[in-house]
């Protein structure tokens, strides 16, 4: 089944206490990306990959890092997670191209951090 | 960058009757727009897209219209249902070193039986 796969699906942590989400998709897609998502916002995009070892910042990268060493893993690591992180994150992957196919999102991660 | 706006932020519809939500989008290059629907505490899920060389696209009660002149498209939905509460969002994409997805902020749809 084709799936995108997030882990953990709920965090609560601290201040300052560095994290990682993990990501992993089945598909073989090139292109990954983590969005968040706050009320009145949308989805907005935080960082994004065309293919191993290419990543790029999207419109919201501050206080987010993020690795594409291999091709179906993409995780998000907050090195000193703040309150104003607290949201819901999603991350998706697609192929885009001449096809331009939909985005899979994962199932979301709720963060709190306090 | 690309910049997509979405109205109205809710909509509230009786059963049965239709709902249209509208988008706009910035850049004259994005040729690919989807719609997603997200139910309560669950991802985002595809439910029609569209292409630039199309004008319309249809699937059965939903329907997505495209104006490249105008750069806005619209999402309708007939004969609404409850299961069709949910919000939805609007996205706008290129090709080819403009494959950002960018979102517009939602509408939150509530259909009243």
């Known amino acids: 089944e084709a799936q995108v796969t997030q882990n953990p699906r709920y965090l609560i942590t601290v201040t300052g206490k560095k994290l990682t989400v993990t990501c992993s998709q089945n598909?073989?897609?090139?292109?990954m990306s983590w969005y968040r998502q706050d009320p009145g916002l949308g989805l907005r995009q935080i960082y994004y990959?065309?293919?191993?070892?290419?990543?790029d910042k999207g419109d919201v990268p501050e206080g987010y890092k993020v690795s594409r060493k291999e091709k179906r893993n993409f995780p998000l690591i907050l090195e000193s997670p703040s309150p104003n992180q607290t949201s819901l994150y999603f991350c998706?992957?697609?192929?885009?191209?001449?096809?331009?196919?939909?985005?899979?999102f994962g199932q979301g991660t709720r963060l709190t951090v306090v | 960058g690309e910049n997509v706006e979405q109205h109205p932020s809710t909509l509230s519809v009786q059963e049965g009757d239709s709902a249209v939500i509208k988008c706009t989008y910035s850049?004259?290059?994005?040729?690919?727009f989807p719609w997603y629907k997200q139910e309560l505490g669950k991802r985002p899920q595809l439910i029609i897209d569209?292409?630039?060389?199309?004008g319309e696209k249809k699937d059965q009660r939903i329907a997505v219209t495209l104006n490249k002149t105008a750069k806005h498209f619209s999402l309708h939905i007939t004969e609404t249902q409850p299961e069709d509460s949910a919000v939805y969002f609007c996205?706008?994409?290129?090709?080819?070193?403009?494959?950002?997805?960018?979102f517009g902020t939602g509408t939150r749809l509530t259909i009243i039986p």
């Open positions: 998706a992957s697609s192929s885009p191209g001449l096809m331009n196919t939909e985005a899979f």
């Open positions: 598909m073989n897609h090139e292109y």
């Open positions: 990959s065309m293919n191993v070892e290419v990543t």
């Open positions: 850049d004259s290059a994005s040729n690919y």
């Open positions: 569209i292409r630039s060389n199309v």
């Open positions: 996205a706008a994409r290129g090709i080819f070193g403009n494959e950002k997805l960018t």
